[in-house]
């Protein structure tokens, strides 16, 4: 089988590879789409420090072609969609019902402690507990399973209430995924800003309610004309500064939720005056749990989320590199790869 591998930083090759077995307990799954996440194109630039060689791709979804072992509730022809965190069952973290926050976790060709080859390939193994069966929703739909899954372990951390208003900042895929699964749990006001124009139109199509160009206007002076207060401010961007911002436009009993992926030697300052007296929060999201990705599933195949709209440009597998240039000088929105 044709696989897409990292063999060092800024090198894709594509190989072609013995077909895997799965073993008791897992299942073969012949991937029909794969996303393309900021996380893949981290591995493939070398910010992320990862042991090369490496098959990447956490976003998928396919048809379970075999099944390893005996008794099995899966069949040949499933269709699934491939939750790539395994956790180990057996921590505090797991036990608690935090699998994301596991001790020892593996993830199926995502970031975590233990990475085994992922979904860039025309298969891959998957224990059978990380396949959620998709009914008749497409493929192309169920592989947005994992990064809704992300957000909506996110919005989970808000502790949102229907009718608060929520700021976003950064309009990239995962600002857009946000504004819509706001927009689906109830948020009275949504405001996101993003400085490139087409994503600011898209944001009104998805969902906000108002846009701000933060390179043309103050941005806490901008959503203070728009709104009252903020209850939940939501950094999708990483940098330290706009999760200063962030901090800052979250009023009174207001929550920051960083989501965008910080550097490692990143610091910033609060002001824990503000945090003791308005008893706000900061709270941090990463990954998600087994729960959040079945609902994930759920939210898909009702058409809450308006996937088509966010995906600008698709690949084979031979195309992966170029997709990976194209994010670096932010072309496009969401990409995804076709592996058969
Ligand atoms: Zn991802
Ligand atoms: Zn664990």
Not at 99 to 116: F, P, V
Not at 173 to 179: A, N, P, Y
Not at 300 to 322: A, K
Request: charged share 25%.
């Amino acid at each position: 089988m044709k696989t897409a591998t990292l063999t060092d930083a800024q090198t894709v090759t594509i190989d072609d590879v013995e077909k895997p077995e799965p073993d008791p307990g897992e299942l073969l799954v012949e991937v029909r789409v794969c996303g393309v996440c900021t996380t893949d194109l981290h591995m493939y630039s070398g910010n992320l420090t990862v042991d090369y060689p490496l098959v990447p791709g956490h976003e998928s979804a396919g048809e379970v072609v075999a099944v390893g072992g005996e008794t099995n509730d899966f069949q040949p022809g499933d269709r699934v969609a491939i939750n790539p965190s395994v956790p180990c069952n057996e921590c505090r973290a797991c036990k608690s019902g935090r699998e994301n926050l596991c001790h020892d976790l593996t993830s199926i060709g995502g970031a975590a402690t233990h990475i085994i080859d992922g979904a860039f390939a025309e298969y891959v193994t998957v224990p059978v507990g990380n396949a959620e069966r998709i009914g008749e929703l497409d493929y192309r739909t169920a592989s947005f399973a994992e990064p809704l899954g992300c957000v909506i372990n996110g919005i989970d951390q808000t502790g949102l209430s229907s009718g608060e208003t929520a700021v976003v900042i950064g309009g990239g895929f995962i600002g857009q995924l946000l504004v819509q699964m706001l927009r689906a749990s109830g948020a009275g006001t949504i405001v996101l800003s993003e400085p490139i124009a087409e994503r600011r139109e898209l944001g009104l199509e998805v969902g906000a309610d108002y846009v701000v160009d933060p390179t043309d206007e103050d941005l806490s002076a901008a959503v203070s004309d728009l709104v009252d207060t903020v209850d939940i401010a939501i950094e999708a961007v990483g940098f330290p500064e706009t999760i200063e911002q962030a901090t800052d436009l979250a009023g009174p009993g207001g929550r920051t939720l960083v989501f965008g992926i910080p550097p490692e030697d990143a610091t910033v300052e609060i002001s824990p005056s503000n945090l003791f007296f308005d008893e706000r929060e900061i709270v941090g999201s990463y990954s998600l749990t087994p729960d959040a990705f079945a609902r994930a599933v759920t939210l898909l195949q009702n058409d809450r989320i308006d996937v088509d709209s966010l995906v600008t440009d698709e690949f084979e597998l031979d195309g992966l590199e170029t997709a990976f240039e194209e994010m670096e000088s932010r072309e496009g929105l969401k990409k995804v790869i076709y592996p058969n």
